[in-house]
């Protein structure tokens, strides 16, 4: 015969038991979801590093690279079918951005928009030796021939004092440092302060603020100014 409080107990040591398993089993999945959460941390911070060192302009060339790649694609496809991509392409643009376009492809050095210093930089260069004049070259190798070792330069070379610059090469440095100033000083001129016209900024940036608004809704607010002003606005 079965003693009743032995199989009580038995069955209060399996409850225990199972209750112990459990919490085995929710702290083996705590401890794995830790894991997962450290893993996935790690992989975010990896990734925003990464995200840190490309370049300022990293997405807007990637978006360029995705146009250009989708524009091959289409243009290859076009060609197959036997038709002009640049006239099936027209079809689906206003007739004014057709012309925009067409002004722009026709531009030496268009204009692209500011993209980075770096690009601003090349942009500059490049127009500048434009207006160099083309390479003489009987007088590259007397020059070369006159110098002998010292005509590329090196560490150990002194050619302060050896080369003698042409008066004409002076005259054409100083003609376009200058044609450069006067163009940035069309971009960064200062307007004359007026002393007696009313002071309503409280800062530079505040006053260029309230200039685009008197230039653009001045003749529609000039009443109720004029009001304020006397004290009679309702």
Do not use: C
């Not at 959460?37 to 990637?62: C, D, F, I, S």
């Not at 560490?155 to 005259?171: F, L």
């Amino acid at each position: 015969m079965s003693n009743p409080e032995a199989s009580t107990a038995e069955g209060k040591e399996l409850s225990f038991a199972e209750k112990q398993a459990e919490r085995m089993k929710r702290l083996r999945s705590l401890h794995s979801a830790r894991n997962e959460a450290r893993t996935h941390n790690h992989q975010e911070v990896v990734a925003e590093e990464a995200r840190n060192k490309l370049p300022v302009n990293y997405e807007a060339k990637k978006r360029q690279a995705e146009w250009l790649l989708e524009d091959q694609n289409k243009r290859e496809e076009a060609t197959k079918q036997g038709k002009d991509y640049d006239r099936v392409k027209l079809l689906n643009i206003s007739a004014v951005e057709a012309e925009r376009l067409e002004r722009k492809k026709k531009k030496k050095n268009p204009d692209q928009g500011f993209s980075s210093y770096e690009q601003a930089t090349v942009r500059q260069y490049n127009r500048l030796i434009k207006n160099m004049p083309t390479m003489d070259n009987e007088e590259y190798e007397k020059q070369k021939q006159k110098y002998g070792e010292a005509f590329y330069g090196g560490p150990n070379v002194i050619i302060h004092g050896m080369h003698e610059d042409r008066k004409e090469a002076v005259d054409k440095m100083v003609n376009d440092l200058e044609g450069q100033i006067a163009k940035r000083s069309k971009y960064s001129r200062r307007r004359i302060h007026n002393d007696d016209a009313d002071i309503d900024y409280i800062n530079e940036r505040n006053a260029k603020f309230n200039k685009k608004l008197e230039r653009f809704y001045g003749e529609h607010t000039a009443e109720i100014k004029q009001n304020l002003e006397r004290g009679t606005a309702i």
